[in-house]
């Protein structure tokens, strides 16, 4: 199945994302004791560089999953940036013909490709005769661990 996105979060529910921040880091090495501060962070604003060009969608399907873990999976919750330019293989969201993906791009001349990560897809080659629109440069992934 190829990775599709899908159930788009406007930017306003985003924007209500507000979790307790620790006053210290987490270290590497010796367990020490951690304090909330009540402040706390808004992760929106921590993670998002331009509030009113991003919004968050969840993927579904495995075309940009590796066996080595780094990989964007089903279920996972993207953060897609309209206005940054994506370089040569960042990921981006697409619509082709219509449909959403989420795939790497890479340039080359005129063309470009979609590539998935999984080498059990195929890249989408984007041709003239296909209606192709950027959708915005995946930012960041968010993921459930439990």
Known sequence: MSLIATRILE???????MIPLC???VPGGHPEQISPDESGV?????????PDDTYGIFVQGDSMTTEDGVSIESGDL?????????TS?????????????VKRVLKAGKKFLLL???????????ND???CERCGVVTFVVKRTY
């Open 78 to 86: 993207i953060l897609v940036d309209r206005v940054v330019e994506p």
């Open 42 to 50: 808004d992760v929106y604003t921590y993670l998002v560089k331009n």
């Open 116 to 126: 998935p990560t999984n080498k059990k897809f195929k890249p989408v080659e984007v």
């Open 23 to 25: 006053d210290t880091s």
């Open 89 to 101: 293989k960042s990921i981006v969201v697409a619509e082709v013909d219509g449909a959403l993906t």
């Open 11 to 17: 930017p306003e529910k985003l924007r209500e994302f």
């Open 129 to 131: 005769s296909q209606s």
